[in-house]
């Protein structure tokens, strides 16, 4: 174990994590609802340090990032557990995983940040990201390789709920490049049924405060659950947010759902779903709005919004052409807010 970073000692031996948004109150011998920190004599420690459940090299087009480095490679890097427990969630195995001390070093395999580097240079990858599970609760470890990363010349990026508090990300913000964040829904009724929730409006704070105090490259992920979340009023709200908040060349993912665990009798999402809210998005005047896990649509590529021309076309996560230099347009110019 490693003694973690944000945490406030409270009296009785208690500790509040100042983490993630749950600010759990932990009692001594107790852990927060990740299970992975723990109050040991009335300080709080991490049990995960270096311990990774799974590591590969993807493309960054899979975290999704379509305006982020396109085409480049980046080394994915999880671990174990999760602050959140969504219905639906597709990673299961390792976010309702949770280890214990003595468990831990059995099931996992150790990567230092160092290692991690390494990695990332042996195999060509342009950067790493911390993703499968929420990384914020992996906060010391991904911290200190965000440092080293920077340092090595590396693009670091979060795939996130967007719980992390703002004491947190200002430690750091300084190091890191991108967040693919999901905005679940858009609405206290929706978001209840995807996940038990604190005030998810703190997740937009969060997003806000990562784009304006550290300039934080943000594109948004809404996996379109069928009669939770695919309200059509909903969906143009969040893409109002979208807009006034985050700028209307902000990228904006909308999935496919397919059935899965407690939501497993629910059906995938229609195409014709994706579509319309697509076209929701791009009527409320944002400028990059892609439907994802439907390979082959036409709504995977990236549109000029000026000359209307496809500058980056892909076919799932591989780039069929790319006509773009300095995040512009190739054919007239055009900023599109893509990070080269």
């Given at each position: 174990?490693?003694?973690?970073?944000?945490?406030?000692?409270?009296?009785?031996?208690?500790v509040?994590?100042?983490?993630?948004?749950?600010?759990c109150?932990?009692?001594?011998?107790?852990?927060?609802?990740?299970?992975?920190?723990?109050?040991?004599?009335?300080?709080?420690?991490?049990?995960?340090?270096?311990y990774?459940?799974?590591?590969?090299?993807?493309?960054?087009e899979?975290?999704?990032?379509?305006?982020?480095?396109?085409?480049?490679?980046?080394?994915?890097?999880?671990?174990?557990?999760?602050?959140?427990?969504?219905?639906?969630?597709?990673?299961?195995?390792?976010?309702?995983?949770?280890?214990?001390?003595?468990?831990?070093?059995?099931?996992?395999?150790?990567?230092?940040?160092?290692q991690?580097?390494?990695?990332?240079?042996?195999?060509?990858?342009?950067?790493?990201?911390?993703?499968?599970?929420?990384?914020t609760?992996?906060?010391?470890?991904?911290?200190?390789?965000?440092?080293?990363?920077?340092?090595?010349?590396?693009?670091?990026?979060?795939?996130?709920?967007?719980?992390?508090?703002?004491?947190?990300?200002?430690?750091?913000?300084p190091?890191?490049?991108?967040?693919?964040?999901?905005?679940?829904?858009?609405?206290?009724?929706?978001y209840?049924?995807?996940?038990?929730?604190?005030?998810w409006?703190?997740?937009?704070?969060t997003?806000?405060?990562?784009?304006?105090k550290?300039?934080?490259?943000?594109?948004?992920?809404?996996?379109?659950?069928?009669?939770?979340?695919?309200?059509?009023?909903?969906?143009?709200?969040?893409?109002?947010?979208?807009?006034?908040?985050?700028?209307?060349k902000t990228?904006?993912?909308?999935?496919?759902?397919?059935?899965?665990?407690?939501?497993?009798?629910?059906?995938?999402?229609?195409?014709?779903?994706?579509?319309?809210?697509?076209?929701?998005?791009?009527?409320?005047?944002?400028?990059f709005?892609?439907?994802?896990?439907?390979?082959?649509?036409?709504?995977?590529?990236?549109?000029?919004p000026?000359?209307?021309?496809?500058?980056?076309?892909?076919?799932?996560?591989?780039?069929?052409?790319?006509?773009?230099?300095?995040?512009?347009?190739?054919?007239?110019?055009?900023?599109?807010?893509i990070?080269?």
């Amino acid at each position: 174990m490693e003694k973690a970073l944000v945490w406030t000692k409270l009296p009785n031996n208690k500790v509040q994590c100042n983490l993630c948004h749950f600010h759990c109150i932990i009692p001594e011998g107790k852990t927060g609802i990740c299970k992975v920190r723990v109050n040991r004599n009335g300080e709080l420690f991490t049990i995960l340090n270096s311990y990774a459940s799974s590591v590969a090299v993807d493309p960054i087009e899979k975290k999704p990032l379509y305006h982020f480095h396109p085409g480049t490679t980046v080394l994915s890097l999880g671990t174990w557990s999760c602050n959140f427990r969504c219905k639906g969630c597709q990673n299961y195995e390792l976010s309702r995983t949770f280890p214990t001390e003595n468990t831990i070093r059995e099931i996992s395999r150790e990567i230092t940040p160092a290692q991690a580097v390494k990695l990332a240079k042996k195999y060509g990858a342009s950067g790493i990201a911390w993703t499968y599970n929420e990384p914020t609760i992996w906060f010391e470890y991904t911290l200190e390789s965000a440092k080293l990363a920077k340092k090595n010349g590396l693009y670091t990026v979060y795939v996130t709920n967007g719980s992390i508090t703002q004491e947190a990300l200002d430690l750091i913000g300084p190091y890191l490049d991108a967040f693919s964040v999901d905005v679940k829904a858009f609405s206290d009724k929706s978001y209840r049924e995807i996940t038990p929730i604190f005030d998810w409006h703190n997740i937009l704070r969060t997003i806000e405060y990562a784009k304006n105090k550290w300039n934080i490259h943000i594109e948004i992920v809404t996996n379109i659950v069928p009669t939770i979340n695919d309200n059509e009023e909903e969906m143009r709200a969040l893409a109002r947010w979208i807009k006034e908040k985050l700028g209307k060349k902000t990228p904006w993912h909308i999935t496919r759902f397919f059935p899965f665990l407690e939501l497993s009798h629910l059906p995938p999402t229609p195409i014709e779903t994706l579509e319309k809210i697509r076209d929701i998005g791009m009527e409320e005047g944002l400028e990059f709005v892609y439907a994802g896990n439907v390979l082959g649509h036409p709504y995977e590529n990236t549109y000029c919004p000026r000359c209307k021309r496809i500058v980056i076309k892909r076919m799932g996560f591989e780039i069929e052409e790319k006509h773009t230099h300095n995040g512009r347009c190739d054919f007239c110019g055009e900023d599109l807010n893509i990070v080269e």
